[in-house]
């Protein structure tokens, strides 16, 4: 009998059982359940349609709201207050409201994020959580309603792909560009239905916020999870926050995996995703000067305090550039405040930038900042599929290379500017 | 659990933002979500939908995010199943929970042409072309999955299992 697979640790212990086999369907009592504002609503409708008049779990759903902040029509503020009534109703605790911050953020920063933990979340970035060494996955409306009668949802057990990075990042690139080489490398389904599982120095010397964005990015090469095994970087984030006791959770020396992929991180260099797919990716020195509309930094994939700092510190005592609009959403209420008192929301806009409310953003197409046709964008999200933030055409980078392309107007090598 | 349609054809990689744009989420109630169907691939293309058709994707069919809107958007356009070279794993769930047959065949695109006609049965595991008389492997759905599809979906499923 081989040895297991974080994935299969994890889902093991959720599910009762001594082990488990890629390809076996469980059924797992998870720690958390996350809907988000967008999510909620249609969860809640179907958990009655389900026939649930209460969520079985109320002390373990959490709820944010994320993607309409602030509310821009009377309808949605309808759904908002209904889903805000149905949250007091059923005794969740857990409500994060309006401005709290993206939910992947929020969960991080309020110590849900745990190793050896479950996380089933309506949104399909729940794979973030990976990064502290937590199986997250993204599930529909009716399998959460489903998850939050119940108090369990199946889930197929799924193979794990070992990623190695050795020897770590060179200057001026980031986890971004990291994970878009290794979307570059695995493709978008270069990895439907498995786990990833992240391994070697240039893994472990990243902090956790670059390991989030490294783990958000797992659902974009088509993975239910992608998880970086705890260690010391991990402990420390947790250790005053936590809710949970962490398990710590780690491969065994004989676990099977269905393939690894290597990446050599003094290769890694400034990376692009140019339209319209995440898996179209080029080096940014390669598309210096094509002109830009929109600079956008934020979202569940780059918009921590560090994130943003990074990209402040290139805009400082720089001007954005005549044409293009910079729109800066720090992804939690804390990375909003530390970015103030470290005087760098004063950087971003004295520079020309707009700072917006924590939150989603642009990002999923619907809420400020939409392209218009022939507009073209180039934002620190994860995502770039055709239509996906209105009209135009979207390139996904780092904030470092997001910052150099604000400033000059045109998209711009950030080894190039200072 | 056999559907019988005319074909419509789709790249490899046709993503969630595609089937259902984020504009039509939540805003749109879920009877009118037909109309909006694949609306970020073809504006057109809802309207040449007609009750029972088949979709013959790519592979990846359904990548990105977790809206369980775009499966219904497809199945209220009238879709009567899809047959994809490989799904997403959330739409792949989500497509079984609202009650759309879906189907794996590897290579499948290479041998349909838009307005042929496919037989699919997701229990048996059988598809075939009837205009061109070619049939396909495919695995037939776990049980598990099967029950929740030939219920309907998960809230029939369930609404069935407490009557």
């Known amino acids: ?418 | 659990m056999e559907r019988r349609g005319r074909v419509h054809r789709l790249p490899d990689d046709v993503d969630t933002d595609q089937i259902l744009p984020g504009e039509f989420l939540t805003t749109v109630p879920n009877e009118e979500l037909g109309e909006y169907a694949l609306r970020g691939y073809d504006p057109d293309f809802a309207a040449r939908i007609e009750a029972g058709d088949v979709l013959v994707a790519g592979t990846n069919f359904g990548l990105g995010s977790s809206r369980e809107s775009a499966p219904v958007a497809l199945r209220n356009a009238g879709v009567g199943a899809i047959v994809a070279e490989s799904f997403a794993r959330i739409f792949y769930r989500n497509a079984i929970n609202v009650g759309l047959p879906i189907a794996v065949v590897p290579g499948i695109s290479d041998h349909v042409s838009d307005g042929d006609t496919l037989r699919v049965d997701v229990a048996r595991g059988e598809v075939e072309n009837l205009t061109t008389g070619e049939s396909f492997d495919t695995d037939p759905l776990p049980p598990d999955l099967l029950e929740i599809l030939e219920a309907g979906g998960l809230v029939a499923y369930r609404q069935r299992a407490t009557r």
């Open chain 1, 1 to 418: 009998m081989t040895g297991a697979t974080m994935a299969q640790q994890i889902l093991a212990s959720h599910a009762d059982r001594a082990s488990v086999s890629p390809g076996e369907h469980v059924t797992v009592t998870p720690d958390w359940v996350l809907t988000h504002d967008l999510s909620t609503y249609p969860v809640m409708n179907r958990l009655a349609e389900l026939g649930f008049d209460r969520v079985a779990r109320p002390d373990r759903h959490v709820v944010v709201f994320d993607h309409h902040v602030p509310s821009k029509s009377s309808l949605i503020t309808d759904h908002l207050n209904e889903v805000e009534a149905w949250v007091r109703e059923q005794g969740i605790e857990h409500f994060f409201p309006a401005g709290s911050g993206i939910c992947h953020n929020v969960l991080a920063e309020e110590g849900f994020s745990t190793p050896g933990a479950l996380i089933l979340g309506a949104d399909s970035h729940t794979t973030t959580h990976g990064a502290y060494g937590a199986f997250g996955t993204g599930i529909g409306h009716t399998d959460c309603a489903d998850a939050l009668g119940t108090g369990r949802l199946w889930l197929r057990v799924p193979e794990t792909r070992r990623v190695v990075v050795e020897h770590t990042l060179p200057p001026h690139t980031s986890a971004k560009d990291l994970g878009l080489f290794l979307m570059g490398q695995l493709t978008a389904k270069g990895a439907i239905y498995e786990a990833l599982e992240y391994h070697g120095e240039g893994v472990e010397a990243l902090a956790m916020y670059e390991r989030r964005t490294l783990s958000n990015l797992a659902v974009e090469v088509g993975a239910m999870a992608g998880l970086v095994p705890p260690d010391e970087t991990t402990a420390a984030a947790v250790e005053d926050v936590a809710r949970r006791a962490p398990d710590v959770v780690t491969p065994d020396d004989d676990a099977a995996y269905v393939g690894e992929v290597r990446v050599d991180a003094r290769t890694v260099e400034p990376l692009l995703a140019r339209p319209s797919r995440v898996d179209n990716v080029g080096s940014v020195a390669d598309h210096v000067g094509t002109r830009v509309d929109q600079v956008f930094v934020g979202t569940c994939n780059n918009s921590d305090y560090e994130d943003i700092a990074a990209f402040a510190r290139l805009v400082e005592d720089e001007t954005v550039a005549s044409g293009t609009d910079l729109i800066v959403i720090p992804g939690s209420r804390r990375a909003l405040v530390r970015l103030n008192d470290a005087g760098l929301t004063n950087v971003i806009v004295e520079a020309g930038g707009m700072v917006g409310t924590p939150g989603c953003g642009p990002c999923f197409g619907a809420h400020g900042g939409i392209l218009g046709e022939g507009d073209v964008c180039l934002g620190t999200m994860n995502r770039n599929f055709p239509g996906r933030m209105g009209e135009g055409e979207i390139y996904l980078g780092s904030p470092e290379t997001a910052a150099a392309t604000a400033i000059y107007g045109e998209i711009t090598d950030p080894r190039e500017v200072r």
